[in-house]
C-alpha cells in the first residue's frame, strides 16, 4: 500500500490566547497632611514681643510682663535673648524678613509699571489686614530712631534698591513723572503706612474697621499714588 508522499504531516491547531489584562496595584492610600510644628519657644517670645511693642511701645514693654503673659519666667527668656534690646533686635530682623517676603511675593506675581506699584500697596493693606502688628513695629521703630531704625533699614535695603531701580527705568521710558526715586519712596511709604496706621488707631479704640474700609482706604492711596506718580498716555513721548 503506497503512502502519499505528498500529504502533510498532522497540523498544529492554534487556539486563540485570551488577552492578558495589565493589572495595576492599587494605589496607596495618601497620608494625612503633616500637622505644623507647635511654635518654639524663641517663636513664642518674639511673638508677644512684636504685638507688645506695636500696641504699647517699646518702652512700655517690660520682659516681666512679657514672661507673665507667656506664662514663662524671666529667665526663661533671657536664656534666649539676654537683654530687651535683644529681644527688640531679633524682633525687628524676623519681622523684616516676613516684609520682604510678602513684598517680593506680590511683585514676582505683577506685571510692569503702575501694576507693580499697585501690587505693593494690595500687599502692604492684606498685612495691614492679617498682621496689623507687623506695620505697628514699622511705626515704632521709626520713632525709636537709631539704632533700632538703622536695622530695620539695612534690612530692607535690598527690596529698597529693587524699587528705586525699577522707579528710575519707569521714569527714563517717560511712563512715569520725574522725582528722586529715593525721596518719592519715603514719600509712598510715608503714605501708605499713614493710612493703615489709621486701622490700628480705629483698632485701639475698639472699633474695628471693615473690609469695605479698608478697600476704601485703598482705592484712595492707590488713586493719590496714580495720579501724582503716572504720566497719562497721550502725554507720553
Do not use: C
Not at 132 to 139: I, K, T, V
Request: glycine fraction near 4%.
Amino acid at each position: 500500500m503506497s503512502t502519499d508522499a505528498g500529504s502533510a504531516g498532522p497540523t498544529k491547531s492554534t487556539a486563540a490566547t485570551p488577552a492578558v489584562r495589565a493589572t495595576q496595584a492599587p494605589s496607596p492610600p495618601a497620608s494625612p497632611p503633616t500637622p505644623p510644628s507647635p511654635p518654639t519657644t524663641s517663636d513664642r517670645i518674639l511673638d508677644a514681643a512684636l504685638a507688645s511693642f506695636a500696641a504699647r511701645g517699646y518702652e512700655a514693654t517690660s520682659l516681666d510682663a512679657l514672661a507673665k503673659g507667656l506664662e514663662l519666667t524671666k529667665q526663661s527668656i533671657l536664656y534666649w535673648f539676654p537683654s530687651k534690646d535683644a529681644v527688640l533686635e531679633a524682633t525687628i530682623a524676623r519681622s523684616a524678613t516676613d516684609l520682604s517676603r510678602a513684598l517680593e511675593s506680590a511683585l514676582q506675581a505683577a506685571g510692569p509699571g503702575w501694576v507693580r506699584v499697585e501690587a505693593v500697596v494690595r500687599s502692604v493693606f492684606r498685612l495691614a489686614a492679617r498682621q496689623p502688628e507687623l506695620l505697628g513695629l514699622l511705626r515704632e521703630v521709626s520713632r525709636l530712631g537709631p539704632p533700632a531704625a538703622t536695622q530695620m533699614t539695612l534690612a530692607l535695603e535690598p527690596l529698597v534698591q529693587r524699587a528705586s531701580s525699577f522707579l528710575e527705568a519707569e521714569m527714563d521710558a517717560g511712563t512715569m513723572r520725574r522725582h528722586d526715586p529715593r525721596l518719592l519712596l519715603l514719600a509712598i511709604y510715608s503714605t501708605v503706612i499713614g493710612m493703615v496706621t489709621e486701622v490700628e488707631v480705629m483698632r485701639a479704640l475698639g472699633e474695628e474697621p471693615t473690609a469695605r474700609s479698608l478697600v476704601r482706604r485703598r482705592a484712595d492711596v492707590l488713586n493719590l499714588l496714580h495720579s501724582a506718580l503716572v504720566i497719562p498716555a497721550a502725554e507720553q513721548t
